[in-house]
């Protein structure tokens, strides 16, 4: 059993060190393009390669792997305040796509510090008025889906996501009635996990069984029977 155990401990770094490798080599040349010329498409995709080696680094179980594992996040942070910024100046229509990835990476890497002030208010109603300004002139998957992603976000760092589920879980329902494409979903599944797996180390009994729900009725989503 031991030697078993070894094996499948082994498999699993290789297949880490595997996914790991060309995403570093990824985010090199990216951070290379964004030295000549920074755009928020390029900050955007350097943080989402930060945030896809984090998520490596957190399912490795590797010795130092937790610590990888921040580190990646705080880039993925920067990155995405970075591309939000060059959003806020062209004033894009786009720019809570980085926005909420940043507020992910803020409650991943800064939520459980004390002293964390919470997201900016005057930030996180602008960011909903675009999402709601997308929604109803030009709405897509990501700008309803975004909604009550945001949603999420504010009840994880009010720590109340157990009182907001049922709204929560209806948004999502209505939009997979309408939009069932596994890919979206699993790229929302993605990000929700990445999010609450870190807030269960903080949670309540309550509110960790409300992360379970919503994790279980994405993955529903995302990969249907």
Known sequence: TVAIAARGQERL???????????????????QLLGLHPTMERESIAGSACKRLALI???SGMAGSDARALEAV????????????????????????????????ELVCDASRPGWPGFDAAD?????????????????FWSVAGLTELRVYEAVAAQALAPALAAVAAEYAELQRR???????????????????????????????????????????????
């Open 74 to 105: 705080k880039r993925m942070r920067a990155h995405y305040a970075r591309a939000e910024a060059l959003a806020h100046a062209a004033d894009s229509s786009e720019i809570y796509y980085p926005a909420l990835n940043r507020m992910a990476a």
């Open 13 to 31: 770094r290789q297949a880490a060190e595997a996914a790991r490798k060309p995403l570093r080599e990824a985010l090199a040349m990216i951070e």
């Open 124 to 140: 996180t109603a602008f960011v909903r008025q675009r999402l709601a300004d997308k929604t109803r002139n030009d709405p897509d």
């Open 179 to 225: 939009v069932s494409g596994s890919n979206y979903w699993r790229s929302l599944y993605d990000t929700t996990r990445f999010v609450l797996d870190s807030y269960q180390a903080r949670a309540t009994a309550a509110e960790k069984r409300a992360g379970v729900e919503l994790v279980l009725l994405l993955e529903g989503f995302a990969w249907p029977a």
């Open 57 to 59: 680094e957190a399912a």
